[in-house]
């Protein structure tokens, strides 16, 4: 019997990388967790993993969604590496090249959010729809735009957690901590300002804290701001954040009242419970979204008009 | 001889109409403007100034980029109508309808602000530049970005004039005067916010008034979310509030200073006296870009591949 086509994924995170091998969501044939530790130690160990699945010709594109910051123009010399980073060892790291170099396989490699955004897109909660956004709301913040089924890419990627939203210092005295911006969405919003801010981790204050109140209304301008800038038919939220759920219908209510009736798509006006969504893969939309990557890659590599 | 081919250009503003017959910047064969009055009164002006180049064959498509609420998904029912506006008269206005009924030529519609884009991109500021945004700061404040040619469009159109950012009542009291959103961009830097805070037009603001560091910073922090989401590859600002050139190096310096090195391309870092720059067609963005308009659905015409 001949074997089954597989596709590799890596989600490469900051804290910790997901390698598996999978033909699809639920289709997960083998799947590795281990931390992000020096590039050498960690790349390694993907190889490894990677190295019996290339080397029996089951896996012939690999799909990798990768922490930042990342270098995607394919134009650049340093495409597919992680540049400067205060994150120890990584600076300067030719993520894609190691790879390719030692499995000689074809590498698609893009920030982890357009992976999550892609695979949201592809067997998630965005399928079928474009333009669409997938923000997460965690460690940090960051948002992967689809038009075109593809990721927008423009002078370099999108930084879109770094907006600049209003901020009440009576209401919310706290400074914001991004080293570089102090008060953007990141630097107020994101789990480090929740834990900074109130002194315990976000996922232990409970739901009844008024911080969740402050919390959802920064949340909203930002999405105010996405909204009227790239007009998703779609957004997704996922992230450490967001797993208190209790906040999409106040993050929804808040988007609703900040806008009040300026965009009058029913999407807003009536369904917009259907609008600001979790994620449809759960927290996989990252590693199933760089099988997808895979997917499309050895799609395009068969493609006689491209 | 035969005559030489041209297409027809509207520019149909809340305020004027201009319309024109021309092949190119300085190749304007024809140009009129009116006040805008009635639908009827307006349309039937436009007509009568296209009429004698259509029944010639001279003109054969026509552009056109309007004033808002406008309907511009082609499929809509109301595709090119002037939706809900408080506009006395024009709520509902079918303008392509109109114009085509009678002249039965082919129109392009578009907002007032993509017609000014896709002028720039064609002979002006952004020529051969993708993505693209241009921002007009008015009497109102819009945005049209062009991504792989094309103006953005999803849910809806863009209506990034309407961004929440920060807005410090100890350096600004003035609560902003957007009927929809108080001081969200438009309602703290557009013209008419100007005009009611400083009891005086813009235009005889002197160039030292402290004010002008006010307004520079609003337009810095929104162009700042332009460029964190949209990451275009340059920004045309126009409109009569950027009529005061003293405010680009203002607008830049501050950009810079927000972005704080966040965003490490060289178009930032180094040039970006060329990143944000103002319409390479002066005034005339918008009625050249409806001239651009009419060539494009001309070639699409005859593109045996569309």
């Known amino acids: 019997m001949a074997k089954e086509k ?34 050498e130690e960690t790349l390694r160990k993907t190889i490894q993993f990677f190295q019996s699945y290339v080397d029996s010709g089951q896996v012939r594109t690999i799909g990798a969604g990768c922490f930042g910051p990342l270098d995607i123009d394919p134009n650049s010399a340093t495409y597919g590496f992680i540049t400067a980073t205060p994150k120890p060892h990584w600076s300067n790291t030719n993520v894609r090249g190691m790879l390719q170099d030692v499995l000689r396989v074809d590498i698609a490699i893009d920030t982890d959010v357009n992976a999550a955004a892609i695979g949201e897109a592809m067997w998630g909660a965005s399928r079928g729809i474009d333009p669409s956004l997938y923000v997460t709301i965690g460690t940090g913040i960051g ?90 038919r779609k957004i997704i939220l996922g992230g450490g954040v967001m797993q208190r759920e209790f906040l999409f219908p106040k993050v929804r209510n808040r988007v609703r009242k900040l806008l009040n009736g300026y965009v009058s798509s029913s999407a807003i006006l009536q369904d917009i419970g ?13 590693s199933l979204g760089a099988i997808a990557m895979a997917m499309q890659l050895e799609e395009s590599n068969n493609d006689p008009r491209l």
Not at 10 to 17: D, V
Not at 278 to 284: M, S
Request: negative net charge.
């Open 6 to 39: 597989l596709y590799g994924g890596i989600e490469a995170g900051g804290t910790k990388f997901v390698c598996s091998v999978a033909s699809g969501p639920g289709q997960v044939v083998e799947e590795i967790r281990f931390p992000t530790t020096t590039p």
């Open 143 to 232: 948002g992967g735009y689809l038009v075109n089924g593809r990721p927008l890419f423009g002078l370099q990627n999108l930084e879109m957690g770094h907006l600049r939203i209003p901020h009440s210092r009576e209401l919310d005295p706290f400074e914001g901590c991004c080293p570089f911006h102090g008060d953007c969405f990141e630097g107020l919003a994101a789990g480090p300002a929740i834990e900074k801010r109130l002194g315990t981790k976000g996922a232990t204050v409970p739901e009844s804290d008024p911080f969740w109140d402050i919390e959802a209304e920064y949340i909203a301008s930002a999405l105010m701001n996405y909204i009227l800038t790239l007009s998703p």
């Open 274 to 286: 259907d609008y600001i969504v979790p994620p449809g893969l759960g927290n996989q939309s990252g």
